[in-house]
């Protein structure tokens, strides 16, 4: 039972250091296609497939409030009552999507956690007229500052290794998750 909770202890403090991103040199920021995966993710959220969800996201707090059906998970990946303004589906739903890669989270010694990526999901017309092209290069002075309104403009996603593959493990910025996650 310690040794369970230690992993679990050293794996929060893990997520807890990993807040921070690697910005020791310019970060530029430029438009992809998605993934597999990442497509299977996206086509789930349009067509309100839980079950492909659930499958695509590690155990946790976010698969558990999926599983669950909560409301505010309803409300954060579709909207309510039609509005879909500041949801997932209303980023998806205006393909297609750009899919930027974010820099690695970095532990307290300052290397890249393996096994751990981020990514911002925007929807491509709406990127290239925030940037001014398909990509964009920051400064090592600017940090990591997303162009465009988390939410709005794109969202972001957090996945994990897990034996199965990348998992998600906010369902993409649900802001009530936070928490020790796994796969």
Same mark, same amino acid.
């Given at each position: 039972? *310690?040794?369970?909770?230690?992993?679990?202890?050293?794996? !929060? @403090?893990?997520?807890? *250091?990993?807040?921070?991103?690697?910005? #020791?040199? =310019?970060?530029? *920021?430029?438009?992809?296609? =998605?993934?597999?995966?990442?497509?299977?993710?996206?086509?789930?959220?349009?067509?309100?497939? +839980?079950?492909?969800?659930?499958?695509?996201?590690?155990?946790?707090?976010?698969?558990?409030?999926?599983?669950?059906?909560? =409301?505010? !998970?309803?409300?954060?990946?579709?909207?309510? /009552? #039609?509005?879909?303004?500041?949801?997932?589906?209303?980023?998806? &739903? /205006?393909?297609?999507?750009?899919?930027?890669? *974010? =820099?690695?989270?970095?532990?307290?010694?300052?290397?890249?956690?393996?096994?751990?990526?981020?990514?911002? !999901?925007? +929807?491509?017309?709406?990127?290239?007229?925030?940037? #001014?092209?398909?990509? &964009?290069?920051?400064?090592?002075? +600017?940090?990591?500052? @997303?162009?465009?309104?988390?939410?709005?403009?794109?969202?972001?996603?957090?996945?994990?290794?897990?034996? +199965?593959?990348?998992?998600?493990?906010? @369902?993409?910025?649900?802001?009530?998750?936070?928490?020790?996650?796994?796969?």
């Amino acid at each position: 039972m *310690l040794k369970k909770w230690l992993a679990a202890s050293g794996f !929060v @403090l893990t997520i807890g *250091l990993s807040a921070c991103q690697t910005t #020791g040199g =310019p970060v530029t *920021l430029a438009c992809r296609a =998605p993934t597999s995966e990442e497509f299977d993710i996206f086509r789930a959220v349009v067509s309100r497939d +839980q079950h492909t969800l659930v499958r695509y996201s590690a155990t946790g707090p976010a698969r558990a409030a999926l599983e669950r059906r909560d =409301p505010y !998970v309803n409300n954060h990946l579709w909207g309510n /009552q #039609g509005y879909t303004g500041g949801t997932i589906v209303g980023v998806l &739903t /205006q393909p297609p999507p750009c899919v930027v890669d *974010l =820099p690695a989270p970095i532990d307290a010694n300052g290397n890249a956690i393996a096994g751990r990526r981020s990514i911002a !999901v925007y +929807q491509e017309n709406r990127f290239q007229s925030l940037v #001014g092209g398909t990509s &964009t290069t920051l400064a090592a002075d +600017q940090g990591l500052r @997303l162009p465009g309104n988390g939410g709005f403009d794109y969202f972001r996603c957090e996945f994990v290794q897990t034996a +199965q593959g990348w998992r998600m493990i906010d @369902l993409c910025g649900l802001p009530t998750v936070r928490g020790a996650v796994g796969g």
